[in-house]
């Protein structure tokens, strides 16, 4: 019995072995690239259904043992579409992969140590890619290159100055006194995207730094640096940055090495810059002249008349120069299945339109990707940018005679300010400043020393058929040292004594970030593969310090131009060190790619809070359901159809030195002594914190040739920090504390078409379509005009109240005769925003892209104007309707503009030179070659008066838009590019 057992065992196995061999096969293949036939590298090929895949090679080669058939291969790399084959048996394939069309493929990021499909994403998180951001024309900053391109971010540029200055606002603004600005993240590296005073309105007169149209150092990064953008809007998708996403987080990744051999890429920009809008001259005759100012002035009228036979036109001559603009850029990148790289260099010289103004830039980076072993791989991201900016004297001022638009609105166009021949400038008898004195001489200058470092290391600590486990360590350092600069020499009209005597300011500023974070990372494929959960947990630690020192001098020494030779010399230092320490934590579940759900929450403490050491949690949950990835679903044109819904909260700690009173030096008899500044800290002063509830729907029809997405959502800011006055009993003045809450709400569609896709001819479009609406729902201090943000309920300015939108502008009025009371004139915040793109690709040679901006409704303070009525050099004063104007009360009223336009933002033809004409000219060293011309801010067709509707008299700060004095008008600008590729 037992000696039959053991044959019928044997029997068996010899029967079954054979069986078992037949069912597994080995397939072997080579992946290409659809466009140009080149092997493929690093793409996934794995058995669905199963763990068991392999990666391509260098040469697009793998090879691949199949446990059983019938199997399906799915081929997936990023950036291209994923490919499925059908397998009976082993085989030889040859696969071609084609670039994603439709971007469900593309990858995206949704924990601090995870990414999905956006097919798969319940957020509406918004990208920008290379060929987005700077494929169309040449770009000096990123934020400006990002205009019309997302969905629900308004982008306002607060000076036509080289060099930028902007201010970006997710989904309406987040808070009334706290940051505004998004948190940018680059390569994992915390961006410091700080504005920097200079002291300029020591010498100006203006009211406050944001007022010294500086820039915000984002202008450091070079756009061309970029492989894409991602951004997180609203607290639902930002809510695992915890209490620094507030305002949004924007996510830029840079270029990173492809595997393959070496390639090297040369670009050339060429370009002129100047004033996309003049405004003109009032068409003075002899009779007016005398009717504005009396026969004096006619005879000086008729006398440069007679001797110039036109007049003086300063706006042509302050503003009318043609800067000359060039970029030149050069990268490589290679590798191979151990080492990628990317390193690139790039030096941009940008003029302005105001002579002697201008930006350069000169930028270096290196990119390094290494696998150690297969329980090790590391990424290093390098940058150092060195930047200088001479941005002259614009915007508000108080009788400093330097600010352009405030000196030109009260010169009169007979006055010669020209220097003698002896370099003597005249006296402006109507202004306190000469304006050409000033752009040859006055200085306002700023440079950057800027070093960014990020560092990745992943440790795979386990991978077995159903778990993968690894552990994330990565780092960052943004160290930047500014250096300001503003010299106003002593025979400046407004200088000469019994007035300052000259002025210099020397910045001396540095800045230190430091960021470090430690992620473990679970994956687990459950039943049999059709749950896939993904599990994080970490801790993040987060250290800024800054020390900014700001040494003026007045009474200078003839010709000097150091502090140390003045007579008045003031020091001023600002220190400031602040420390965030948070633990995270976030499941993702993914059944099917039909049921996607995500659970966070994130605990974080901050040394600007009341009390440092107390944790504040921020929880985030989503979920999406694709309902044609389910088994029912039959209609075959509708590719996709997602439903979404996602909840998160973010949060904002008090501005730095809010929790304490501070106390300021004091000169007793020739001793120092300290008191109460008048400034009451609030040792209990909690963050700001948003909660955001979004939800919409994604459609894909013709294979996701056509789609379309809709978002809504309401935002909610409670405990926002405002500041009340005090009783003089009580020993101060203020005191800044938790005072209000606001809301924002909104819509947010976006249509794309891929309407041709054929060898010859390709054409996409794009329409993206947004609005916000704010309302303060809580304040517990009367209604009030915020400070900074205006020039009070006179001329008008922004003004906080319950019930209201938190963007109105509002000016002290008496229209239904009850009396003067705070009234509301206009509002910034838009009716609506949209983009319109369309790039087209004709013979594979023609490369034509546009993008059309149009802001609907809106209004601006346009209180250049109000000056320039003053001055009587308005150039409608003319006309019945500059005279009404005249007429009329100096009142909000009255200078309240609307701002709405269309802008045909940018727009390039471009051709390539196809294969055989590159082959005869330069033979195999080139591979391809492509050149054409481009342009920025076209035309745009506007009915504001001024020289542009996107304005901010103080920075991109706070509530800062929407008010214009004496701003540094935007230019239009035209390119010719080269690009080679080795």
């Known amino acids: 019995m037992k000696q039959n057992y053991w044959k019928n065992t044997i029997f068996l196995i010899f029967l079954t072995v054979p069986l078992l061999l037949a069912a597994q096969g080995t397939v072997t293949g080579k992946v290409t690239e659809g466009s140009a036939g080149l092997p493929l590298p690093g793409v ?107 969905p629900g971010v308004n982008i306002t540029a607060t000076s036509g100055a080289p060099g930028g200055g902007f201010a970006l606002r997710l989904r309406g603004i987040s808070s009334i006194n706290g940051n505004n600005q998004p948190l940018i993240i680059v390569d994992g590296v915390y961006y410091n995207n700080v504005e920097i005073p200079s002291g300029l309105r020591f010498a100006s007169g203006a009211n406050r730094g944001n007022e010294e149209n500086s820039s915000n150092r984002l202008a450091d990064l070079d756009p061309n640096d970029i492989q894409n953008i991602e951004v997180l809007k609203g607290s ?291 039943m049999d593969g059709s749950l896939d959960i993904t599990t994080q947990l970490g801790v993040a630690y987060l250290y800024q310090k800054s020390n900014l020192v700001n040494s003026r001098g007045s009474l200078l020494a003839a010709g000097q131009t150091s502090v140390d030779q003045s007579v008045n010399q003031v020091i001023d230092q600002f220190r400031s060190e602040e420390k965030d320490f948070g633990y995270f934590g976030q499941i993702e579940g993914n059944y099917k790619d039909q049921i996607i759900a995500t659970l966070g929450y994130r605990m974080d403490k901050s040394s600007r809070n009341g009390d440092p050491n107390e944790f504040h949690g921020f929880p985030k949950a989503s979920l999406a359901i694709n309902m044609a990835n389910f088994d029912f679903w039959s209609i075959e044109s509708v590719s996709q159809l997602k439903l979404r819904a996602a909840y998160g909260e973010t949060g904002s700690p008090a501005s730095f030195g809010s929790t304490f009173t501070s106390l300021g030096a004091s000169n007793i008899g020739g001793n120092i002594g300290q008191s109460v500044v008048g400034s009451k800290g609030d040792a209990l002063v909690k963050p700001e914190t948003a909660s955001e509830l979004e939800f919409g729907f994604d459609l894909g029809i013709f294979n996701n040739k056509l789609s379309f997405e809709a978002t809504y959502y309401d935002k909610k800011v409670k405990d926002l920090i405002l500041t009340r006055a005090l009783p003089s009993s009580s020993g101060f003045t203020q005191e800044t504390t938790n005072l209000g809450d606001l809301k924002n709400t909104g819509v947010e569609l976006a249509l794309r078409s891929f309407v ?152 390039s033809i471009h051709y390539s030179l196809d294969r055989n004409t590159i082959n005869s000219v330069f033979g195999n060293t080139v591979q391809g070659v492509k050149f054409g011309i481009s342009g920025k801010n076209i035309f745009t067709i506007s009915d504001y008066s001024g020289y542009d509707p996107e304005v901010s008299v103080n920075g991109g700060s706070g509530l800062s838009t929407g008010i214009e004095v004496g701003s540094y008008p935007s230019s239009r600008q035209f390119f010719f590019s080269l690009n080679v590729n080795f």
């Open 44 to 150: 996934n090929v794995v058995v669905k259904g199963t763990t068991t895949g392999a990666i391509t090679d260098i040469d697009g080669d793998f090879e691949l043992l199949v446990p059983s058939f019938p199997s399906t291969l799915v081929f997936s790399s990023l950036g291209y579409a994923t490919a499925e084959i059908n397998l009976t048996g082993p085989t030889v394939l040859s696969v071609v992969m084609e670039e994603s069309a439709t971007g469900l493929e593309e990858v995206v990021v949704t924990g601090l140590a995870s990414s999905v499909k956006r097919q798969n994403l319940a957020n509406a998180v918004s990208t920008v890619s290379a060929a987005e951001l700077v494929g169309t024309t040449s770009q000096s900053t990123v934020d400006g290159a990002l205009y019309g391109k997302i």
């Open 236 to 526: 639902s998708a930002a809510a695992i940055y915890g209490q620094r996403g507030n305002a949004g987080v924007v996510l830029i990744t840079t270029k990173r090495g492809q595997t393959g051999k070496t390639k090297i890429s040369f670009s050339q920009d060429l370009g002129t810059n100047k004033i996309a809008k003049r405004l003109g001259v009032r068409p003075w005759t002899a009779a007016s002249v005398e009717s504005a100012f009396g026969a004096a002035e006619r005879a000086k009228y008729e006398a440069t008349m007679a001797e110039n036979g036109k007049l003086y036109d300063f706006e042509d001559i302050i503003y009318g120069n043609t800067g000359f603009i060039t970029e030149t850029r050069l990268s490589a990148t290679g590798g191979n299945d151990k080492t990628k790289f990317y390193v690139g260099g790039s030096y941009r010289d940008e003029e302005g339109i105001i002579k002697n103004t201008g930006f350069d830039r000169f930028s270096l980076r290196t990119n390094i990707d290494h696998r150690i072993s297969k329980v090790f791989d590391f990424s290093s991201s390098t940058s150092y940018t060195r930047s200088n900016s001479s941005r002259s004297f614009t915007g508000n001022e108080n009788e400093g005679g330097l600010s352009y638009g405030y000196t030109l609105a009260y010169t009169r166009p007979w006055t010669n300010l020209f220097p003698d021949a002896n370099g003597n400038y005249p006296v402006n008898p109507n202004a306190a400043g000469n304006s050409i004195f000033v752009r040859d001489n006055a200085l306002n200058d700023d440079t950057n020393d800027r070093l960014v470092q990020g560092m990745t290391l992943n440790t795979n600590l386990l991978r077995t058929d159903t778990d993968r486990v690894r552990i994330v360590t990565s780092g960052g350092l943004d160290y930047l040292a500014n250096q300001t600069y503003v010299y106003v020499p002593e025979t400046h009209q407004a200088q000469v004594q019994p007035g300052p005597g000259g002025f210099i300011a020397v910045g001396k500023n540095n800045f230190t970030q430091l960021n470090t974070q430690i992620i473990g990372v679970w994956n687990r494929e459950a």
């Open 756 to 907: 041709f896709d054929n060898e010859n001819f390709k054409w996409n479009t794009s329409v993206q379509w947004y609005k916000n609406r704010s309302e303060v729902t809580r304040l517990a201090v009367p209604a009030f005009a915020q400070p900074g943000a205006g020039f009070g309920l006179g001329l008008g300015t922004f003004y906080i109240q319950e019930g209201k939108s938190a963007t109105q502008l509002v000016g002290n009025l008496n229209l239904d005769g009850t009396g003067t009371k705070p009234t509301k004139v206009g509002d910034v915040e838009p009716d609506f925003q949209m983009g319109w793109s369309n790039n087209f690709t004709i013979y594979k040679q023609f490369d034509v892209s546009f993008l059309f901006n149009w802001k609907k409704g809106g209004e601006n303070l346009n209180l250049t104007t109000f000056l320039s009525d003053l001055g009587l050099v308005t150039p409608d004063l003319e006309t019945p309707e500059g005279q009404a104007r005249l007429q009329m009360p100096a009142n909000a009223v009255r200078f309240v503009e609307p701002a709405g336009y269309l802008r045909l933002r940018e727009a």
